[in-house]
Every structure is written in structure tokens, then in C-alpha cells.
């Protein structure tokens, strides 16, 4: 999922941790070390709340698990001389408060664009499929009629 940041610089980062900041479940998105910072960079601009974890090189005998917040976590990643091997970041699921405010965004009579939130998804190139997941979670609509939508705009 995170691949799909590529190309669509800092506002495509954004763009995708807002659309799924709604979802009731943590996030995990395995990163390049290279990017590793900028990423958090992006969560903690979007998710401020969230707790977030770093690890690097699970499974192996070097491996490191960095648990803080994302904003702490980017700038400990920018003072190493570099970082390696393989990352996933974990994100914290929402609390119930943010939860409830993410869903209230959508659902927030104009606020909620169906078309506008299915656009967004769509350029900032999420697949068809996990975008009507997401939509259908977060608005109360069953995944069926969001894919139709999906589908309509799309063309």
C-alpha cells in the first residue's frame, strides 16, 4: 500500500493516510529505509494522535523495534547516518474520539463527498477494490454499491 506513495510525493502520502484514518484497525506499511523518514513525517502530520512503532529488520538477528511518537520517530531516523535493511512502520488503530470524529468528517452531510473521496482515492492510486473497502467502512455503505461507484467514475 505504501508503493503507492510513489510518484505522488507529500500530498499523495497525505491524501492516503486521510483516507484511511477512518478505518477502526491499526496500520502497517512496510517502507525503504530511505524513505522511512519522510513517511513519518507525513503520519505525524495526519495522525498526531496515533502512537506509532518502527521496526527494522525483524526476524533477523539485528533486529530493532523504535516505539514514539512519528514526529520523534523521523527525527531519530535523520540523525542516524542511515538507515538499513528491511522497515515496516506500525501505526496505533484510532482511538474511539478519533474514531468518531474521522467518521463524523465523512459522514458529515456536505462535508462527505462519495464522488470527491472516490476521486482522491483514485489518484493517489489506490486499487479499485481496496478503495471500496475502505469507502464502505468508513461511510456505512455496503462495499457492492461502492465499487459500482468506483467503477462509474473511474471510466
Not at 467518521?103 to 462527505?112: E, P
Amino acid at each position: 500500500m505504501w508503493g503507492v506513495w510513489r510518484g505522488g510525493g507529500a500530498a499523495g502520502r497525505d491524501r492516503l493516510l486521510e483516507s484511511l484514518a477512518a478505518l477502526p484497525a491499526a496500520l502497517v506499511f512496510y517502507e525503504s529505509p530511505h524513505r522511512s523518514a519522510d513517511s513519518l513525517d507525513a503520519i505525524a502530520r495526519v495522525l498526531p494522535a496515533r502512537r506509532v512503532a518502527l521496526a527494522r529488520e525483524l526476524t533477523k538477528m539485528h533486529q530493532e523495534v523504535l516505539r514514539a511518537p512519528a514526529a520523534e520517530l523521523a527525527a531519530a531516523v535523520r540523525a542516524r547516518e542511515g538507515l538499513r535493511g528491511e522497515v515496516a512502520i506500525v501505526v496505533d488503530a484510532p482511538s474511539r474520539e478519533e474514531l468518531e470524529a474521522a467518521r463524523g468528517r465523512l459522514r458529515g452531510g456536505a462535508a462527505f463527498d462519495l464522488d470527491d473521496a472516490i476521486r482522491r482515492g483514485l489518484e493517489a492510486g489506490t486499487p479499485k477494490s481496496a478503495l471500496a473497502r475502505d469507502l464502505a467502512a468508513s461511510c456505512g455503505m455496503t462495499r457492492g454499491k461502492v465499487y459500482e461507484r468506483i467503477l462509474e467514475l473511474a471510466r
